[in-house]
């Protein structure tokens, strides 16, 4: 509040300006509303995954909380993990029709090819 110029000056005489007098601005309700309009911006935004389009969409949970999900560019189901294949194709562990191996080889795996 003290850089807001455009407060008249007072004197500390009989005119004393009391905090209560103003409004209250908080940095972290101020940044609170900006994140929940970035996050509005972000979850109505469609995502390039490696030039493919990928939507988001978002549910309620029971808790009055909400969940985000990727829709599948090639089934438009809602999936929480989208998989990219070595030829760049990019849907659903159902669309490329691939499995999971034991994760802890993975790796191994994947630096392997
Ligand atoms: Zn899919």
Redesign the pocket.
């Known amino acids: 509040m003290e850089q807001n110029k455009s407060l008249p000056s007072y004197d500390l005489g009989d005119s004393e300006m009391l905090v209560e007098d103003c409004v209250q601005v908080s940095v972290g309700e101020v940044l609170n509303e900006y994140k929940k309009q970035l996050k509005q911006q972000l979850l109505s935004s469609v995502f390039e995954v490696d030039g493919v389009s990928v939507k988001l969409n978002t549910t309620r949970t029971n808790f009055g909380g909400s969940r985000h999900w990727f829709v599948?560019?090639?089934?438009?189901?809602r999936?929480g993990k989208l998989l990219r294949t070595p030829e760049g194709e990019i849907?659903?562990?159902?669309?490329?029709e691939v499995s999971y191996q034991s994760t802890r080889y993975k790796g191994m795996v994947e630096t392997a090819l």
């Open positions: 599948c560019p090639s089934c438009s189901k999936k849907g659903c562990n159902s669309c490329l």
